[in-house]
């Protein structure tokens, strides 16, 4: 009975545990989902603000506003495109290294500008802009750079997984038409053996020395034998059955009939008048 209860306590406790294991992870993904939303819309807001600052204020304090527009927004499609191509390509680590410590400089770069958009002293403010526009335009230039290079890359290897899957495709598309194939290969080799039949009796008919020729022409087919005195040279057709029997003689019967014998009760012949 003992055993059983400390069964059930055990099974109890881990049970217990499970859920308030699950209940954290639960609350961080939450936390962190909630976090994610909040950064968004705080980026959305400012990306709009600074947007309508660089319209609405005309002078040093727009063009800021553009300068941290822009540099914000090269920076975030950069780091986009490096996290979603760092899961497939391992060999990115490298530059996504490369990038957090250009983001380091972003990050700074992006906070004196918003420090200077309060900065009351215009003439400071517009003496400094030429070297705050010259640090924008290297930080996005290299960021616009790392970027393309990343989607030429992912692009390239599309291009080679299509020419792959290409030539697989075409050799199973060949092997479901094999007789297609039979019959090319079929035509092909009775071409090609005509071809050599004829080439090869070309080459022994021309190989053929004139010395092997005979030096005379061929003697002359023997004349056909003269034709019968009685035959005639006009083509003749067999005679019919009926013509044979006509040029036949008439041959004497056999039996021929005897004299007519006569007999008392028949009459005399009588003979005729002349009157």
């Known amino acids: 009975m003992e055993a059983v209860i400390a069964v059930v306590a055990l099974l109890f406790v881990l049970f217990v545990a499970l859920g308030a294991y699950a209940t954290v992870k639960v609350v961080g993904a939450a936390k962190r989902r909630v976090d994610e939303t909040i950064t968004h819309a705080r980026r959305t807001v400012e990306d709009h603000t600074l947007r309508a600052k660089s319209f609405a204020q005309p002078g040093a304090p727009g063009e800021l506003a553009q300068l941290r527009l822009k540099l914000r927004t090269s920076m975030r499609a950069t780091q986009d495109a490096l996290h979603a191509g760092v899961s497939e390509d391992e060999s990115l680590k490298e530059s996504l290294g490369l990038f957090e410590r250009l983001s380091a400089h972003g990050h700074e770069l992006d906070a004196e500008l918003r420090r200077l958009e309060s900065e009351p002293d215009r003439t400071m ?56 194939t039979t019959e090319s290969s079929t035509t092909e080799s009775s ?35 003269a034709a019968e005195s009685g035959a005639t040279s006009e083509q003749t057709w067999p005679d019919t059955p009926r013509t044979q029997r006509a040029e036949e003689p008439t041959r004497p019967a056999l039996n021929p009939p005897g004299p007519r014998p006569t007999y008392p009760w028949q009459k005399k012949p009588r003979p005729e008048s002349t009157t």
């Open 125 to 180: 403010l517009v003496a400094r802009l030429p070297d705050l526009r010259e640090r924008t335009e290297r930080i996005v230039e290299a960021a616009d750079s790392l970027r393309w290079a990343v989607r030429d890359r992912a692009r390239r290897f599309a291009d080679d997984d299509l020419d792959t899957l290409s030539a697989q495709i075409d050799v199973e598309t060949g092997a479901l038409r094999h007789w297609q």
């Open 191 to 225: 071409t090609t053996g005509s071809s050599t039949t004829g080439s090869s009796t070309t080459g022994s008919s021309s190989s053929t020395p004139s010395s092997e020729r005979p030096a005379s022409p061929p003697p002359p087919w023997p004349e056909a034998p």
